[in-house]
């Protein structure tokens, strides 16, 4: 089955480290995104991105980075963590041309920083 | 304001029991409708799309009503295994972006 994987799956990391988050597709999609969930808020959009090396800033970018080099890849970097950013976070793709294309989701990555 | 808006719960049902949920979205450009359940700890996942008709796929039904800008779940015939989150998503045409509701919790007592 096509599908979206996401390394690691937990991490715990300490205040001030720099951290990466992969995510990965099989199903051929142009668009991916990054979500951050915590409890009771929902799921929050980090960036996007609509093709390799297009970038878009979503509702709460600050503090992360991202980077599309392959169609297939879309990684999340937090430069210097913070224990406010421990959350589980969320790859997902989808792809262009339908409005009811709807996303696909990765397993999630949680992630503590302490 | 917030782009979709849903009750949280949480919502405590019997076995074979009906229960409805709905949503409110704030953008009148937005175009297309999405349920999706999410078990704790896990990804969301696809339960159904809405469209403009409404649509039924087993034991769910989803409808739109545009005028008032909201959308609805019905769950009939309640199983313990319908127990989750159910995510309400509104994708709008302009940004092609999709805006995630809160979530609504359903749990499902035997």
């Known amino acids: 089955d096509a599908d979206v994987t996401q390394t690691p799956r937990n991490r715990i990391t300490k205040t001030g480290k720099r951290i990466m988050l992969e995510c990965s597709q099989t199903?051929?999609?142009?668009?991916m995104y990054w979500y951050r969930q915590d409890p009771g808020l929902g799921l929050q959009l980090i960036y996007y991105?609509?093709?390799?090396?297009?970038?878009n800033k979503g509702e709460i970018s600050d503090g992360y980075s991202v980077s599309r080099q392959a169609q297939a890849k879309f990684s999340l970097s937090l430069e210097s963590a913070i224990p406010n950013q421990t959350a589980l976070y969320f790859c997902?793709?989808?792809?262009?041309?339908?409005?009811?294309?709807?996303?696909?989701f990765g397993p999630g990555t949680r992630l503590t920083v302490l | 304001r917030k782009e979709v808006e849903q009750d949280p719960g949480p919502f405590n049902v019997p076995e074979g029991a009906t229960v409805a949920f709905n949503c409110t979205y704030s953008n009148s450009a937005s175009q297309s409708f999405f349920w999706y359940r999410q078990d704790c700890r896990k990804e969301p996942k696809l339960l159904m799309s809405v469209y403009s008709s409404g649509n039924e796929d087993g034991r769910f039904t989803a409808q739109l009503n545009r005028a008032s800008q909201y959308i609805s779940l019905l769950i009939r015939d309640s199983k313990l295994s319908d127990s989750a989150t159910y995510l309400c998503?509104?994708?709008?045409?302009?940004?092609?972006?999709?805006?995630f509701g809160t979530g609504t919790s359903l749990t499902v007592i035997p």
């Open positions: 998503v509104v994708k709008t045409n302009t940004g092609n972006q999709f805006y």
């Open positions: 997902a793709t989808s792809q262009s041309g339908s409005l009811y294309n709807e996303q696909f």
């Open positions: 199903k051929g999609h142009d668009r």
């Open positions: 991105s609509f093709d390799v090396k297009d970038i």
